[in-house]
């Protein structure tokens, strides 16, 4: 049997999901995925991606989040938007409203709650607990 217009290669571990406002969440596990767009995804792994979402759930390591409301734990995050909990190390997280916990994130915005050490935290009426902290804003 001959197979003809195969492609030339194969992506393996790899899926791009767009989500329609009346599917069901999705729950994508493993590495290199991409979520381009959804709400209430949990994702799990390593490097992956949310590239914009809102109250998505995101665990696991190097993962870039846009979006609101999303639950964000593990190490290496970047993450914009409002009302995220972030727990985990070296983050960076921008926005408002935002409760971060662990150590070594960088933090900007309004009216965050963070705790834990060596955090650099810049903007206003930020609640901050631990030690290390550099605090910049009024």
Known sequence: MTFTNMPLYVKHNRSTLGQRLNELP???TGTNNVVRSGIKNVVSGNDNTVIFGDENTVSGNNHAVYGNHNTVSGNNHVVSG???VVSG???GVTGSSSVVS???NGVSGINHVISGSNNVVSGMNHIVVGNNKVVSGA
């Open 102 to 104: 662990g150590f070594n």
């Open 26 to 28: 999705n729950v994508i």
């Open 89 to 91: 190390s070296r983050h």
């Open 82 to 84: 409002s009302k995220h």
